[in-house]
């Protein structure tokens, strides 16, 4: 499997929701996230996004993914005027509904615009290194391959016509197409990133470096050396080592260790399995050298993070 795929294995997309959002005149609106990412497909006509300053404009058969989404307003490609309403106590508590955001303006025509919004939520210690190196707003490029452009139009019909209809398993088709074009945007950013970049990312399209990351991902609980992981990328010791950290940021063991105290925490919430058998999971020889590890990460032991976030989960519902 490559690295993208097993990157990506333990990133999980959850309670998608999505909407129909009907545009027409001079309209806009703001909309402010936390820990969700966005997604905004057009069906029909265009629209503008502006987030932190930086405008981009979308047209029919266009997707845009919000990755580190906070606020960011929408409005019609002719929009007049400095306000938009807040659309968030719109959509609170709502989920599959067509929602009409109008402004009566002579030039109606030409502003409508007929968009769906995907949000979900997502694993965040899971997914923190991978959107910490991302845009605000992605694709950043226009000039899309038109095996892309196939995909992106398949979404847009699917989800167009699972927004219509109440069928069964529709949540679990929306989740499904939500991690879809997740991949989709990332591969084409990945793929579009050049040689000269500090983005750790350009490690995914680095022949040797590939095939490292994705047996770290792969087997995270094998005990892996330097030596080992050189071998696997076809490279010397000291030049893989050196390639990994220029490219990645840090060497490879500091990197692997942080991806399993990671799907360490993952287990840990998903209350799935027992502390030990965590511990051999994620590649830890003992239990009290794997808490040891995992307290000077999360400044918890293992025992005391399931604890707090259970009684956090309790306290939400």
Request: proline share 3%; glycine share 4%; charged share 25%.
């Amino acid at each position: 499997m490559d690295a993208l795929s097993m990157l990506l294995e333990n990133v999980h997309l959850f309670e998608t929701k999505y909407y129909r959002l009907q545009g027409s005149g001079n309209w806009s609106f703001s909309l402010t996230r936390k820990d969700t990412i966005v997604f905004y497909l057009v069906v029909s006509g265009s629209f503008c996004i502006n987030i932190d300053g930086s405008a981009r404009q979308a047209h029919a058969g266009d997707m845009i993914m919000i990755p580190n989404t906070h606020q960011h307003v929408s409005y019609a490609t002719n929009y007049h005027g400095d306000t938009a309403q807040a659309l968030d106590d719109k959509l609170l508590g709502l989920s599959s509904q067509s929602i009409m955001i109008n402004d009566d303006n002579e030039n109606k025509a030409d502003s409508d615009a007929h968009l769906i919004l995907i949000e979900c939520k997502y694993d965040k210690d899971m997914i923190r290194p991978l959107l910490s190196v991302l845009p605000s707003i992605l694709p950043e490029i226009d000039d899309l391959p038109e095996s892309r452009l196939e995909v992106i139009d398949v979404a847009i019909r699917l989800l167009a016509l699972e927004s219509e209809h109440e069928r069964m398993g529709k949540t679990a088709v929306i989740n499904h197409w939500a991690s879809i074009m997740m991949i989709e945007c990332l591969r084409t950013y990945i793929e579009r990133l050049p040689e000269a970049t500090d983005n750790w990312l350009r490690a995914m399209k680095d022949p040797y470096l590939a095939k490292a990351l994705a047996v770290m991902h792969d087997d995270p609980s094998r005990n892996w050396t330097i030596h080992k992981l050189a071998e696997v990328a076809g490279m010397s010791r000291s030049s893989f080592a050196q390639r990994f950290k220029d490219s990645v940021g840090m060497p490879p063991l500091t990197y692997l260790i942080d991806y399993r105290l990671r799907l360490a925490a993952r287990y840990l919430r998903l209350q799935q399995n027992s502390i030990g058998r965590i511990s051999e999971l994620v590649g830890y020889a003992s239990d009290s050298t794997f808490s040891q590890a995992f307290k000077r990460v999360y400044g918890l032991s293992p025992k005391a993070y399931r604890q707090q976030y259970q009684k956090q989960t309790h306290e939400k519902s």
